[in-house]
């Protein structure tokens, strides 16, 4: 009944890597634009990447050069790979999909229309 599933998520040392996967029901996988957004307590939500259907990705500048998003079409996955992760990147991370707002190959979208329940990524430095 989950429509996006995340998982991947753990505690790791700053400078460490992690992947997160979301897999993704037929009806959410189809959507033109998907994504990965997070949020710290106290903090406001950020979409930090998003992937479109013939694979061009856009990323926030906070996250630009160290995460790589992509998907498996075949397993109907959404991946992202988070490399020398640095404790700012603490947050509960969601695989989300309907991207929402003005987007382009350098700007990611501002919202997503649907999201998974979270997985949590603790950076220590």
């Known amino acids: 009944q989950e429509q996006l599933k995340e998982s991947g998520g753990g505690s790791v040392q700053a400078g460490e890597s992690l992947r997160l996967s979301c897999v993704a029901s037929?009806?959410?996988?189809?959507?033109?634009?998907m994504g990965w957004a997070r949020q710290a307590p106290g903090k406001e939500r950020e979409v930090i990447a998003a992937?479109?259907?013939?694979?061009?990705?856009m990323y926030a500048d906070s996250v630009k050069g160290r995460f790589t998003i992509s998907k498996d079409n075949a397993k109907r996955t959404l991946y992202l790979q988070m490399n020398n992760l640095k404790p700012e990147d603490t947050a509960l991370y969601y695989c989300?999909?309907?991207?929402?707002?003005?987007?382009?190959?350098?700007?990611?979208?501002?919202?997503?229309?649907?999201w998974g329940e979270g997985t949590q990524v603790t950076v220590s430095s």
């Open positions: 992937i479109v259907r013939d694979g061009g990705a």
């Open positions: 989300a999909a309907d991207c929402w707002g003005e987007y382009s190959e350098n700007v990611p979208p501002k919202d997503f229309g649907d």
């Open positions: 037929e009806y959410m996988y189809d959507m033109y634009c």
